[in-house]
């Protein structure tokens, strides 16, 4: 793998789990207050994207919740998934190796979730490759942004931040939070680094088509990510949805902590008319993150077991053979 370097410390991480104990204990003092039978979460990132647990301790804490199944779907990387799927098969838990592609479309950038990729594709890797790259030259151009405008702000202190694994601006968020720049890190991207903000730099990324046709050349299934964060209204979710399954789109992810039950209800039924699959997750990224697995959040956030199975039967049926 010629650009591993990039990765590199998120497979090597021997990190701490962060949460430690106490998380270890809410999650089963959770479990046992309210049992839950067959909890899945198909949209979960790892300290190799912009998580804070390594893949073995998400997989780990995932177990520990009661799920039965996780998708490690990383901002544009499998660096994980190798770790993430023997540690499931330690613990008991299944885990699908999956990846989260940030993409183009008609002006707008886009998420498309990928599942069960065959995480050494040398096509995918190559692919892939590009993406990391374009993300280390977007944060360079981000520091140099954030140093014009008189803020001291290195690299160096930003890998720190990041513990090795890939650097993206939430790292640089943290940074300028933990330097008393700005509040909060919501705050950070209003200021700094959303886009338009006066440090944004954009990035190369595919275009749809692309990373679909990356995602299903790799032998996975591609999911338009949470369609109501692009179109709050849903309005044009249709006309795009029907544009992706034109080139091999084979979901939409339904089940999101933030789409109110009305849009989970219609995208459910768009998914149905047009014969593509219901997916659903947290989109995980760590407690810290404040955003908790499916049953464990308080806000009865739940993806349907169902989803999964269709899923992996959808995979099956494409692949004529079991997932690894
Ligand atoms: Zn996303
Ligand atoms: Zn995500």
Redesign the pocket.
């Known amino acids: 793998m010629i650009f591993a370097a990039w990765n590199y410390g998120c497979l090597m991480s021997a990190a701490p789990f962060s949460g430690g104990f106490f998380s270890d204990r809410r999650a089963i003092v959770h479990t046992l207050m309210k049992p839950q039978t067959d909890l899945i979460d198909l949209h979960t990132h790892s300290t190799c994207s912009d998580g804070t647990m390594t893949p073995s301790n998400l997989v780990d804490h995932a177990r520990n919740s009661g799920l039965k199944v996780i998708a490690l779907t990383d901002h544009d990387t499998v660096a994980g998934t190798a770790e993430a799927v023997a540690q499931g098969r330690l613990r008991g838990i299944e885990v699908i190796p999956g990846i989260?592609v940030s993409a183009w479309h008609d002006g707008v950038s886009m998420?498309i979730l990928g599942y069960w990729l065959r995480p050494d594709d040398e096509q995918l890797l190559a692919r892939l490759a590009r993406l990391q790259e374009a993300r280390h030259v977007r944060n360079l151009r981000i520091v140099e942004n954030l140093q014009r405008l008189g803020i001291a702000i290195s690299m160096e202190e930003l890998q720190q931040e990041a513990g090795g694994g890939q650097l993206g601006r939430p790292h640089i968020a943290r940074l300028l939070v933990a330097k008393k720049i700005v509040r909060h890190a919501d705050q950070a991207f209003a200021l700094y680094l959303r886009r338009g903000a006066v440090a944004y730099a954009e990035r190369f990324k595919y275009k749809a088509d692309e990373a679909i046709a990356m995602i299903r050349e790799a032998g996975g299934l591609a999911v338009l990510?949470?369609p109501a964060?692009l179109d709050s209204s849903l309005r044009t979710i249709p006309a795009l949805v029907a544009s992706l399954a034109g080139v091999g789109l084979a979901g939409i992810e339904v089940y999101y902590p933030s789409h109110s039950p009305k849009a989970i209800r219609q995208l459910r039924d768009l998914a149905a008319s047009r014969n593509l699959l219901a997916t659903g997750g947290s989109?995980f990224h760590g407690e810290a993150a404040g955003r908790g697995f499916p049953g464990l959040t308080g806000k009865k956030f739940r993806v349907p077991y169902q989803l999964y199975e269709s899923l992996k039967n959808e995979w099956r049926k494409q692949n004529g053979e079991e997932p690894a």
């Open positions: 989260e998420h990510a949470h964060l989109d």
